[in-house]
């Protein structure tokens, strides 16, 4: 397994480049998916002095760190009137937003998270993405 570690100064950039795409929009506030998306939604909310919310709702800016599957950020794909923006794109946008978009299928590390677990936690990802539980 390749490993793709992202700095903390690749975040600041990546929340200046979110920041700047939603400047003259007006949103209700940020959510941000648990894990990987609540420092973007935490930061955002600075960033665009807007409310951070505990759940997404209608008009509503959603974030998350990487979309891979969709079935994450598929949750959110009825809610009316929201913008979607994740930092890393494993496959081409097509009704969300990407700061950045990845040929690779490299594990990414982020900043906040423990290099000691990342075998566990792509485990732990894959059986949740790529397993039926059909027993």
């Known amino acids: ?21 939603c400047l003259d929009k007006n949103f209700s506030g940020v959510y941000g998916f648990p894990r ?6 935490v930061a955002l909310s600075h960033a665009l002095k807007i409310p951070f919310l505990q759940r997404p709702k209608p008009g ?3 974030v998350d760190d990487v979309y891979e599957t969709g079935k994450t950020l598929n949750q959110v794909l009825e809610i ?6 994740v930092w890393f794109s494993k496959v081409q946008p097509s009704w969300w937003n990407a700061v950045q978009i990845l040929e690779s299928k490299d594990w990414l590390l982020f900043p906040w998270e423990n290099p000691q677990c990342v075998e566990k936690d792509k485990n732990l990802f894959e ?3 790529f397993h039926t539980h059909d027993d």
């Open 60 to 62: 509503s800016l959603i």
């Open 127 to 129: 059986i949740s993405r």
């Open 80 to 85: 009316k009137d929201i913008t979607a923006f």
């Open 36 to 41: 990987g998306g609540l420092c973007l939604a």
């Open 1 to 21: 397994m390749t490993i793709q570690k992202v700095s903390w100064y690749q975040f600041d950039i990546c929340i200046e480049t979110i920041a700047d795409a």
